[in-house]
Nanobody, 127 residues
Framework: QVQLVESGGGLVQAGGSLRLSCAAS????????MGWFRQAPGKEREFVAT????????YYADSMKGRFTISRDNAKAMVFLQMNSLKPEDTAVYYC????????????????????WGQGTQVTVSS
């Protein structure tokens, strides 16, 4: 029933910026929290950022603090990830995800705690 679709990925040079978008299906979409994860080839899925849907409280992985900003538009059922000062090590497939039921603990960092996932969008940062 719930569908998430990411967009905005692409090729960017080191130091550049990129803005990712995630659109959710349905006017009644109301998750507890939304998150962004990334996965590079041969590596495990890595937490990037998360935000509560109602209050908009955000939390970031240490390597993303000061560079990435997560935000959401509740009326449009969308979540965004503004990425600045990009580095080659940021190269990965980026996924948006939603916590559909309840939050056991904040922040929600584990991929297994998220109920819905998008298909991913490729971000490539050249050196």
């Amino acid at each position: 029933q719930v569908q998430l679709v990411e967009s905005g990925g692409g090729l960017v040079q080191a130091g550049g910026s990129l803005r990712l978008s995630c659109a959710a299906s349905g006017r009644t979409f109301s998750p507890k929290a939304m998150g962004w994860f990334r996965q590079a080839p041969g590596k495990e899925r890595e937490f990037v950022a998360t935000i509560t849907w109602t209050g908009g409280s955000a939390y970031y992985a240490d390597s993303m603090k000061g560079r990435f900003t997560i935000s959401r538009d509740n009326a449009k059922a969308m979540v965004f990830l503004q990425m600045n000062s990009l580095k080659p090590e940021d190269t990965a497939v980026y996924y948006c995800a939603a916590v559909g039921r309840s939050i056991g603990a904040w922040p929600v960092l584990a991929p297994t705690e998220y109920d819905y996932w998008g298909q991913g969008t490729q971000v490539t940062v050249s050196s």
